[in-house]
């Protein structure tokens, strides 16, 4: 696996310090998203807002090359305070080594996505396109699978569980008694009684 860390520079400005274990494409997928219609749920993070000014795409430079994720996400931490502390303006939301989980919306985030959120679900069509994605999802082959199997180990147990229930207290016939009996009385049964005994004191 290829580990690296790269930087994202447009005009002379360095504007972002990312690391990647996919190789470019990684570093690629940032203007990728920018240009597609997708591109407007991160439009509050600091990096593709710097993007959307762009005319064309960032240079990507491989700064280090790295043998481990581990040593990657140090080295991310270290190249982007090295950048901060000669002034560049870096898009980072946080001090890397940890993608954006270190990243906290401000309320004011937070309010405006819930408030974007309320008002496409109060669209009938977008209901409407969600309602028919969850039917075919659930109609896919793979998905119906998984569904049958999980029914059938329910039923099984549903039918074990109301055979037990029924066989509790029940008292046992006499010809349930015999094949039991001569159940136990075959030599394979015999010995493997003999060895509990001798293992456990049964």
């Known amino acids: 696996m290829n580990f690296f860390i790269y930087a994202l520079i447009s005009e002379n400005e ?6 990647s274990s996919t190789g470019l494409k990684r ?5 990728k998203y920018t240009q597609s219609k997708k591109s407007g749920r991160l439009r509050h993070l600091e990096l593709y807002k710097w993007l959307k000014t762009l005319s064309r795409e960032p240079t990507i430079v491989i700064i280090e090359n790295c043998y481990s994720r ?4 140090i080295a991310e931490k270290t190249w982007i305070h090295y950048f901060r502390e000669l002034g ?3 898009r980072n939301m946080t001090d890397g080594g940890d993608g954006t989980f270190g990243y906290k919306l401000s309320v004011k985030q937070r309010f405006a996505i819930k408030e974007r959120v309320s008002k496409k679900w109060q669209d009938h069509e ?9 039917i075919e999802a659930q109609n896919r082959p793979d998905v119906k699978a998984k569904r049958m199997g999980a029914n059938n ?8 569980t109301k055979q037990s229930a029924s066989a509790s207290g029940k008292k046992k016939s006499t010809n349930h008694i015999e094949s039991l009996r001569s159940a136990a009385s075959t030599q394979e ?7 509990m005994k001798r293992n456990f004191g049964v």
């Open 14 to 19: 360095l504007g972002y310090i990312g690391c």
């Open 27 to 31: 570093p690629q997928s940032h203007w």
């Open 70 to 73: 581990e040593t990657m996400l």
């Open 88 to 90: 560049c303006n870096l």
């Open 126 to 134: 977008f209901r409407e396109r969600n309602r028919q994605a969850q």
């Open 153 to 160: 180990i329910s039923k099984r147990l549903e039918v074990r």
């Open 189 to 195: 049964n015999r010995s493997r009684l003999s060895l």
